[in-house]
């Protein structure tokens, strides 16, 4: 792989995307292979923040319909972001890579707690970080943690993985004539409502500057050809 266009990235990977094939939950051969593309980037150079999302599990919004008080609920999907994180490390550390899970809630006897500088101590040792718990707030997405944490973490950019290859002008699956856009403005992005992150997420990306990478995370080798600026892959930008 070339050298990657950017040296520290916040890969987010939504959990739908890790069940695979399956209905529900964890698919470890899905695990492995993001697992794989993920160490193939930190081998050519890149640095790598990953934010994994828990709609594979549970979302608090679904736990709240059913009549759960929201913060409880959002609290089980915060713990759902941690079982993704824990099986994203497990599976990193067993191919041979130092990765490590930091939780924006303390979980001491399972994993590290978040803090900006050691997240940016290890990818400067060059591990592979995973922040869990989105921002250890409810009423908030891992879209929006993987912005703050993008910030945070001073990577310049965004890589949300997932499972279409970009931001269309209308839906690709109920609408033909929808294009695909190369680059698109953050201001663009809100006035056409196109929702690729929620508006908090969208708001904190676009106030420190962070460009947002689009594509999908489900064809093989995708982070590699984003890094590589080749590939299906939509930039969100400043205005
Ligand atoms: N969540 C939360 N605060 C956060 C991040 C996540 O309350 O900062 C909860 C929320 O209930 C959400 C669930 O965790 O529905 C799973 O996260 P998300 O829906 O963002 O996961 P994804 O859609 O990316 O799989």
Same mark, same amino acid.
């Given at each position: 792989?070339?050298?990657?266009?950017?040296?520290?990235?916040?890969? *987010? =990977?939504?959990?739908?995307?890790?069940?695979?094939d @399956?209905? +529900?939950?964890?698919?470890?051969?899905?695990?492995?292979?993001?697992?794989?593309?993920?160490?193939?980037?930190a081998?050519?150079?890149?640095?790598?923040?990953?934010?994994?999302?828990g709609?594979?599990? +549970?979302?608090?919004?679904?736990?709240?319909?059913?009549?759960?008080?929201?913060?409880s609920?959002?609290?089980?999907g915060?713990?759902?972001?941690?079982?993704?994180?824990?099986?994203?490390?497990?599976?990193?550390?067993?191919k041979?890579?130092?990765?490590?899970?930091?939780?924006?809630?303390?979980?001491?006897?399972?994993?590290?707690?978040?803090a /900006?500088?050691?997240?940016?101590?290890?990818?400067?040792?060059?591990?592979?970080?995973?922040?869990?718990?989105?921002?250890?707030?409810?009423?908030?997405?891992?879209?929006?943690g993987?912005?703050?944490?993008?910030?945070?973490? @001073?990577?310049?950019?965004?890589? *949300?993985?997932?499972?279409?290859?970009?931001?269309?002008?209308?839906?690709? *699956?109920?609408?033909?004539?929808?294009?695909? +856009?190369?680059?698109?403005?953050?201001?663009?992005?809100?006035?056409?409502?196109?929702?690729?992150?929620? /508006?908090?997420?969208?708001?904190?990306?676009?106030?420190?500057?962070? /460009? =947002? =990478?689009? +594509?999908?995370?489900?064809?093989?080798?995708?982070?590699?050809?984003?890094?590589?600026?080749?590939?299906?892959?939509?930039? =969100?930008? *400043?205005?």
């Amino acid at each position: 792989m070339a050298r990657p266009s950017y040296k520290r990235i916040l890969l *987010k =990977v939504s959990g739908e995307v890790l069940m695979g094939d @399956q209905p +529900f939950g964890i698919d470890l051969g899905t695990v492995g292979r993001v697992a794989d593309e993920v160490m193939a980037c930190a081998a050519a150079g890149a640095q790598i923040a990953l934010v994994i999302g828990g709609g594979n599990i +549970f979302r608090g919004l679904a736990g709240a319909a059913r009549g759960m008080d929201r913060v409880s609920a959002d609290h089980m999907g915060i713990m759902a972001t941690v079982m993704n994180a824990l099986a994203m490390q497990g599976v990193l550390n067993a191919k041979g890579a130092d990765a490590r899970v930091l939780s924006a809630i303390a979980m001491p006897s399972v994993c590290e707690t978040y803090a /900006p500088a050691k997240g940016r101590h290890h990818l400067e040792q060059g591990r592979i970080v995973i922040c869990a718990a989105g921002t250890g707030l409810p009423f908030f997405t891992t879209d929006t943690g993987a912005a703050l944490r993008a910030a945070e973490l @001073q990577c310049e950019a965004l890589l *949300k993985g997932t499972s279409v290859d970009g931001v269309y002008s209308a839906d690709p *699956k109920t609408d033909p004539s929808a294009r695909r +856009f190369e680059t698109i403005t953050f201001s663009e992005i809100l006035r056409r409502d196109l929702r690729i992150m929620d /508006p908090a997420a969208i708001a904190l990306a676009r106030d420190n500057g962070i /460009p =947002v =990478v689009v +594509f999908s995370i489900r064809k093989p080798g995708a982070v590699r050809d984003v890094l590589n600026g080749t590939g299906l892959f939509t930039t =969100v930008t *400043k205005d």
